[in-house]
């Protein structure tokens, strides 16, 4: 056994709790006799393995923290025990129940559906179980500032700040579902507000089936919330938001900005097509869905997941609806949902190499591929390291990757939907953030650093391996622009022996029907970017520049990318035509700045050439261990005091060492990213972590070091941890 637990449900006849029941017999069963992978899983639970009961669900009051006024997912265990016998058949368990009582709540990292296996490995899985199993609490903070759940929970309020607009939009839907079995009220509304404010005469458009035009008759909830997220301007969406809020008793504040919100085309911003064309279940099959989305989004059941499914194949096969339905859950419930409008398939596809299957009507996606995405995003979002983090992160995100064309929402003669620009945020980024982001070099030297990269344009940071060149390369380039950005402005590409100047640059590719093509490279890529945009500097990072052949691969870029040949009077020729087959100078502009990182102690690498060497600012990083570092790694990734000053005296005593051998230098120094954990410690031993690092890193690479000297590989890898 892998130490692997099952977290199960005891509701059988779709709601009859059988919790009582199962402690007394000391059984556990289910009634998905149709269900072939609930059957599955209940085979392959083996006796000895641990088992609770468990029921989720969620909550907005009555927590022991601050939730700031947004939902939490909530699993409460009411009994453990240890599986005592399979019965085989995949229904049935023999188990030796403890009751809890009172039965205990877990917060945030809950599932919903009737089976959960539990393994072992990760922070959250691990207390998940120590407070099912071992009644340990749950360390609440942490799981509130988790990447995933930070910007809705988290304990400092400033993190707060985008966003803000979805506790509305949850309001609105909530509000709008009591009108599902009576439209009257909405149109009334509707009519009676159609005068006042600017934008809503696409209401009176609709057209009968005796050739009549007048004000629609009928309106689902998707169209009806659109009617504020379409192409207008703010004021215009905040006064429609603020009397619809107003009609339904909304208490939210209307937003103040609508940043990762995808919008409609004003002409085509319905999702039904007019009356005299219209099936007369059209717009109740909306409304179903939409009742079928908010109950998902509060639980996902089995029975929840079918219901929504069965809506959703439904409602997709309409005229009118098309992507557009992903839109209208989102803004229902943007932390649960996924807007797949064009920039955010694009995003998803391109950036984040996710496929989004296409086996729905029209090429779209069906229910099955629509939820099995959004639950590879939601895994993907908790993360650290990952791109966004949240549906609507993800939006915002989608927004400002202009790299490629959006994709078309019209792919045929009846797809009628299209994005507008969203609102965007820019989210300010200096030396401040680069510091609170845990860089442990001075301000000072920072400041230093940005200003040669300002005067020069190209910048190289050399040092020992885990300097965090690469780290420190792409957040110099957002300090200077002076925001967070993303690709196209900023790229990052990394050199290899095998590239070359036709893969940079430009070069012929293969074509698909055979022939040749002039294709551009990253570097002409972003030319283009920086000349298209001069309001925006550009930040190219090439990471471990020296592995290619920097000559070989910027061929007569060098002369162009010098600082004082940024001008179209030093323009050249490139030895490739243009695409179109013609030869037009090139310059490099001001607003594109090169950042490259170096490795220096590989013997591997060539020594780059002097021509290509005057036209970079040279920047050397050193390992940085001191009391930056230590305030760092014990503050914020939870590392003992104690083994903090211990790893901090060991490594400075091994890079002494280092930079004392004839046969190495400081180049070979070991930098600090070796020994700051990419993960807060918290729930682990300092010690024992530290041990597996000297094991599985530090003590390879001493060797290959030392492939000369093996004792003296091994005689300083015991020191890293003598008396440990």
Known sequence: MDGSCWFVGAMINRGDDQTDRFIDEGIWEHDFDDNSRVLAQVRSMQTGERIAIKAAYIKKRGLPFENWGNTVSVMSIKATGVIAENMGDGRHLRVDWQRV???????????????????????????????????????????????????????????????????????????????????????????????????????????????????????????????????????NRQAIAAALAYFLGVE??????????????NQMSWFFPYAKDRDPAHIDVLWQMFQSGLALAEGDTEQAIDAFSRDFDAAMAYYG??????????????????????????????????????????????????????????QRFEEPDFSVH?????????????????????????????????????TPYGIDNIVADGCFLPRG?????????????????QGPPGTCKTWLAKRLGMALVGHVVQEPQLRSVQFHPNLSYEDFVRGWRPSGNGGLVLHE?????????????????????????????????????????????????????????????????VYVPENMVVIGTMNIADRSLALVDMAFRRRFAFVELEPSLGKTWREWVVTSLQMEPAI????????????????????????????????????SLEGRSSRDWFAEVVASELKPLLQEYWFDAPEEAERQAAALLEGW
Not at 182 to 196: E, G, H, V
Not at 658 to 679: C, E, M, N
């Open 521 to 585: 490279g990253v570097f002409m890529q972003m030319v283009k970017a920086a000349l298209e945009h001069p309001s925006q500097t550009h930040v190219l990072v090439i990471e471990e520049i020296n592995r290619g052949n920097p000559a070989q691969i910027f061929g007569e870029l060098l002369t162009l990318l010098e600082a004082g040949k940024r001008t179209p009077r030093d323009a050249m020729q490139l030895c490739y035509p243009d695409p179109d087959g013609n030869h037009r100078p």
């Open 321 to 378: 609806v098309a992507w557009n339905l992903t839109f209208g859950l989102y803004w229902c419930r943007p932390w649960s949902f996924l807007s797949l409008d064009g920039r955010s398939r694009v995003y998803i596809s391109e950036k984040l190499r996710l496929p989004i299957g296409r086996n729905g009507p029209k090429h779209r996606c069906n229910a099955a591929e629509y939820l099995q995405l959004i639950e590879s995003l939601k």
């Open 390 to 426: 949240s549906f609507p992160d993800l939006s915002l995100e989608a927004w400002t990757y202009t790299g490629i064309a959006p994709e078309p929402d019209d792919e045929s003669e009846d797809d009628e939907t299209a994005v507008v620009e969203p609102v965007t945020s820019v």
């Open 644 to 679: 903090a000053a211990s790893i901090e005296q060991r490594l400075g005593q091994l890079n002494a060492a280092i930079a004392a051998d004839s046969r190495l230098g400081k180049a070979f120094r070991i930098g600090h990213s070796y020994v700051t954990p990419t993960q």
């Open 252 to 265: 939210e504040a209307v937003p103040e900005s609508f940043e990762g919100i995808p919008v409609l085309n």
């Open 445 to 461: 030297e920072l400041e230093r650093i940005r200003r040669r990269l300002r005067d020069k344009k190209n910048l190289i940071l």
């Open 101 to 235: 009582s009172p039965a205990r709540e877990w917060y945030f990292y809950t599932y919903q559906p009737t089976i959960w296996k539990v393994t072992p490995g990760d922070w959250k899985t691990d207390a998940l179980i120590d407070f099912a199993f071992q009644n340990k609490p749950q360390e609440i903070d942490r799981f509130r500032n988790a990447p995933y759940w930070r910007e809705r929970f988290g304990t400092d309020p400033k993190q707060h700040k985008r966003f803000r607009w979805a506790r509305f939009y949850q309001a609105i839907a909530d509000g709008l579902l009591s009108h599902r079995a009576d439209r009257s009220q909405l149109i009334a509304f509707l009519q009676q507000l159609q005068p006042s404010v600017e934008g809503l005469g696409l209401l009176s458009g609709d057209q009968f089936t005796d050739g009549s035009k007048g004000f629609i008759q009928d309106i689902d909830p998707f169209t009806l919330i659109g009617l504020f997220n379409r192409g207008i301007k703010d004021s």
